[in-house]
């Protein structure tokens, strides 16, 4: 550490000017790094300093107390010297100014966003990270006493089962995962409508089922207390219905419920019994909406509901299309967004058509596999998690079923198309914008009959009069029920009936 | 809050994950929260999972927050380390994970060296090296025998120690006295005026100091409450790692009329009082022990995914976590980013060394950075960056310590009891204020400033606490 004796050096003392040692060594080091300057020591003249500025060869002449501010300077030339004592002199004056504060410090999970909100208030999470990490946001919001929605798929069963035993201890309730629809006191979480608020409560394992059913009792004057999507495993074996179990509790405990209609595909039957037992052991009556081969109408059971509540069944809304001859021979391509939706037309259709093939088969020898382009009836669930990966939900990004439709037209198979729609908040702001060319694009090509299931209320954002005007327009029928649009669509099918 | 309670009235929404359903919740007139998620720094997703689904995890944690926070410490004794940790004549503990004399870096080297020529065991620097390389003296880590050691850490049979128990569980831990700054054993330098110092402070400091505990204490006087000295520092602008101003003085305003009385002569006590009040990181010896008493106190407990120990050797840096128990995590040593001394720069300065992020482990020193604006400056930041450096550090931890109160953060206590499950999902790791050694051996201090854990350690602490949650 010997320092060279080379250039100009200066040395000073002054007294009555203190900074801290942070500040001093801030000031040295910026000073030191300028141009000819070749040491610098601003520091209190302590005895450890004064030893520092002999060893660099810039101890002062004079004797020096601790009190005093020592500037020492080693330049090759005397420009330099000046222009680093005036720097020294300009960073002791300068004001120090902010580059942050605490309130730019993001928070990165939910538990920590779950900390920052006032203990009494209500509050929900909701999770759309990628599967592999909404076990640990899930995880937080249960530890915080939360309840959660985890619209994320990919979540291991195992874990599902987890989360929810944790949710039950902890008196919460794990909506999901897989998850894409709830309304909790009439604030629509994922993809939901805009239905008025009533006495009708919707335990659904099923996203686009709670979707259907719901826009049927808003068309109906009836209003949801509820929804509650408990994620499409949970009335599986493996989970046991843990959340639906739950979610009845809850909706029996509140007083704004009045009735509760469980939406699901088939359970497996013990889960079925015990959540029947359960359900007969509530103050307030439930009614299935199971799709299965003996009930596989959600719209029927919808009108059973509103039977049970002594309500009449309105004719549902819909938009007649062109009259359109029925095409012997053609076959049914299913297009749609929901699962259960797609679901239900396949149960609806089977017994008319004979065989679907299907990405979601209704028995595993149907299986479709990748081929979406396969001949003969054809039901593709375009929400299917395998067509999701790594692109939204075709409920907000459409490019997956537009492209089948255009290759569908080319190929020239006879055919009736059926297609969902469901509109809501979360969904794609304007579906007929993109939807209505590539029909009439396709229709150009080829008779293609065109009928819609349009899933959503008036008051829906996207509106349910305007969309289904529009598609009209272009061509196509459309029904609010996606049971009424599935046996139109097996209408238009003639022959094959 | 219930499942019931939240059927009653429209829910205010935290969230995780893509933007339109926060947007639609916007638009329905929802009070939403996002939150800015990223993917986990580090860690097999399937290692976050099983240890966030653990069943054990909540109360293991708490609990070991619970221990922490719980533990007091009080100065109960002076004594040489032979005394108190039952050294073998033979051996030298140092700070952070073990390591043979091969490995030890420069400020390690010479502080081992000049224990070894304190304790004459060796005449020159020479023949200090040729015992150390040779495997004469036994090198074994401060923690394993409930001691830390700032910097280097060599602590060596005839140094005295200060004696602290925590009166809530009744364990003690103890720590060297701090010799002051300069050219000091701590940074490695063993010049003939760091040997002669060590020499003082055994045959003049550590007995003046022990008599001034102990009578008191056999007086009946009430134990120095140090956890006290430490809140209190906080309230007056220290952080207790990188400056114990504050601290020092108080220490020295509660041993003083002590001292006074001790039967001595009264230029010894006269030097003691001197040196005292010369040395700003004189409590620093007395807040690490303070920190490792409650630490200690969270060891051993299944589930619990808290860091109980952050130490660096020089060479490399480890961790321990409450449920793990003894099993260190290590990584390289990261070098400090900082301010140096004089004409020393940063190729000056060696890897991270010293127990005395044990302070971090506890909630204070990086991280109460805001109740100690001055240090932030360190690394050219400046006030609202020592607050941002604090709020980043709630989130990685698992309690906020009443007991430390952060007066800026309107007397917010300091984060406390870093969660390596928390450190892996935000990708911040731990921050530390540090002194930085010389890299060659003899040197001393070249400077001061901040440096982070390397995430190795982390990453290798997730894995075992996965796995151990997967055998319970």
């Not at chain 1, 946001?137 to 994320?152: H, P, W, Y």
């Not at chain 1, 059913?213 to 009836?222: F, K």
């Not at chain 1, 009108?303 to 062109?322: F, H, I, K, T, Y």
């Not at chain 2, 106190?297 to 020089?314: E, I, Y």
Request: hydrophobic content about 50%.
């Amino acid at each position: 550490m010997a320092a060279p004796p080379t250039g100009v050096r200066s040395v000073v003392l002054r007294s009555g000017v203190y900074a801290d040692s942070v500040k001093l060594m801030q000031v040295s080091r910026d000073v030191g790094a300028t141009e000819g300057v070749t040491g610098v020591l601003v520091a209190m003249a302590t005895p450890l300093n004064l030893e520092i500025a002999e060893n660099m060869g810039l101890a002062p002449d004079e004797e020096a107390s601790p009190e005093q501010l020592l500037i020492a300077i080693r330049a090759t030339d005397d420009a330099a010297l000046a222009a680093a004592t005036a720097a020294v002199d300009a960073a002791l004056a300068a004001r120090e100014r902010s580059s942050a504060t605490a309130a730019t410090i993001p928070l990165r999970t939910i538990g920590a966003g779950l900390d920052e909100l006032p203990v009494d208030t209500e509050a929900l999470a909701i999770i759309s990270v990628p599967g592999q990490y909404a076990v640990a946001e899930a995880a937080d919001a249960i530890a915080a006493g939360r309840s959660v929605l985890v619209f994320s798929d990919g979540v291991p069963v195992e874990h599902e089962v987890l989360l929810k035993r944790a949710a039950h201890d902890a008196g919460v309730l794990v909506m999901g995962p897989d998850c894409g629809t709830a309304i909790v006191s009439g604030v629509a979480l994922g993809f939901a409508n805009v239905v008025r608020p009533g006495p009708v409560g919707l335990v659904a394992a099923s996203g686009t089922g709670a979707q259907q059913v719901s826009c049927l009792l808003d068309a109906a004057g009836v209003g949801v207390s509820h929804v509650l999507g408990v994620g499409g495993r949970d009335l599986k074996a493996e989970v046991g219905g843990l959340a639906t179990l739950d979610a009845l509790a809850a909706l029996d405990a509140d007083p704004a419920t009045e009735r509760v209609l469980l939406v699901s595909k088939p359970p497996a039957p013990a889960v079925a019994e015990a959540v029947r037992a359960a359900a007969d052991g509530l103050s307030v009556p439930v009614r299935d909406a199971v799709l299965s081969a003996d009930a596989p109408d959600l719209t029927a059971a919808v009108e059973g509901l509103l039977a049970d509540m002594g309500r009449e069944v309105p004719a549902w809304p819909s938009r007649p299309g062109p009259d359109e001859k029925a095409v012997p021979g053609a076959v049914l391509k299913g297009f749609f967004s929901g699962g259960t939706l797609a679901d239900e037309a396949m149960l609806l259709a089977s017994p008319a058509l004979g065989e679907i093939r299907s990405n979601i088969p209704l028995r595993p020898e149907l299986d479709l596999g990748t081929d979406l382009a396969a001949p003969g009836h054809v039901v593709v669930d375009f929400g299917d998690d395998a067509l999701t990966v790594g692109r939204a939900h075709p409920m907000i990004d459409p490019t997956l079923r537009l492209e089948a439709i255009s290759n569908l037209a080319a190929r020239r198979e006879p055919a009736v198309l059926l297609l969902d729609v469901v509109l809501g908040y979360g969904a794609d702001p304007d579906p007929a914008h993109s939807l209505v060319p590539a029909l009439t694009a396709a229709r150009r090509h080829v008779p293609l009959p065109v009928v819609v299931a349009l899933i959503g209320t008036e008051g829906d954002p996207q509106g349910w009069s305007r969309q289904a005007d529009a598609l009209a327009a272009a061509g196509a029928a459309v029904f609010a029920s996606n049971a009424q649009a599935t046996r139109y669509a097996l209408d238009l099918l003639g022959g094959a009936r | 809050m219930s499942l019931q309670e939240l059927l009653a009235t429209p829910p205010a929404i935290v969230a995780a994950g893509v933007d339109v359903f926060s947007d639609a919740l916007r638009a329905q007139g929802a009070e939403v929260h996002d939150v800015d998620w990223r993917p986990p720094a580090f860690g097999d997703p399937a290692d976050l999972a099983a240890l966030a689904l653990d069943a054990r995890r909540a109360a293991a944690n708490r609990t070991a927050v619970e221990r922490v926070l719980a533990a007091g410490s009080q100065l109960v004794d002076v004594q040489p380390a032979r005394a108190v940790l039952d050294l073998p004549d033979r051996m030298l503990l140092h700070a952070g994970p073990p390591i043979e004399w091969a490995d030890a870096s420069g400020p390690m080297r010479g502080a081992l060296i000049g224990a070894c020529l304190f304790e004459g065991w060796a005449d020159t620097a020479e023949e200090a090296e040729r015992i150390l390389a040779a495997g004469e003296i036994a090198l074994d880590p401060c923690h394993h025998h409930s001691a830390v050691g700032p910097m280097a850490g060599v602590t060596s049979p005839s140094m005295w120690m200060w004696c602290l128990q925590d009166p809530v569980g009744g364990g003690r831990a103890f720590c060297n006295l701090n010799e002051g700054l300069g050219k000091v054993l701590r940074y490695g330098a063993y010049g003939p005026e760091v040997i002669e110092r060590l020499h003082w402070m055994a045959d003049v400091l550590g007995p003046v100091l022990a008599a001034a505990v102990r009578t008191p204490l056999e007086a009946g006087v009430d134990p120095i409450d140090v956890k006290a000295i430490l809140a209190q520092m906080l309230q007056m602008g220290d952080e207790g790692h990188n400056r114990n101003r504050a601290g020092s003085a108080i220490t020295l305003r509660e041993l003083a009329p002590a001292l006074a009385e001790v039967d001595a002569p009264a230029k010894a006590i006269s030097a003691v009082l001197r040196f005292i009040g010369g040395n700003e990181h004189f409590f620093l010896n007395l807040g690490m022990p303070t920190a490792k008493l409650a630490m200690d106190a969270a060891r051993g407990v299944p589930g619990s995914t808290m860091v109980t120990v952050m130490a660096r050797n020089g060479t490399e840096f480890g961790i321990q976590t409450a449920g793990t128990g003894d099993r260190w995590f290590t990584g390289p040593a990261q070098t400090p980013v900082g301010l140096f001394l004089g004409d020393y720069g940063p190729d000056d300065a060696n890897p991270d060394i010293g127990d005395s992020a044990i302070t971090e482990t506890y909630g204070v020193g990086g991280f109460s950075m805001a109740a100690a604006p001055a240090i932030v400056r360190f690394v050219g930041g400046t006030v609202p960056d020592a607050l941002a450096t604090t709020e980043r550090m709630y989130q990685v931890t698992l309690a906020e310590n009443p007991a430390m109160a952060i007066p800026i953060l309107g007397f917010r206590g300091s984060p406390t009891g870093i969660d390596v499950l928390k450190v892996a999902r935000t990708g911040w790791l731990p921050q530390i204020n540090t002194g930085m050694a010389g890299a060659v051996a003899g040197t001393g201090q070249v400077g001061a400033g901040l440096v982070q854990p390397p995430q190795e350690c982390f990453e290798k602490a997730l894995a075992a606490l996965a796995e151990e949650t997967r055998a319970a």
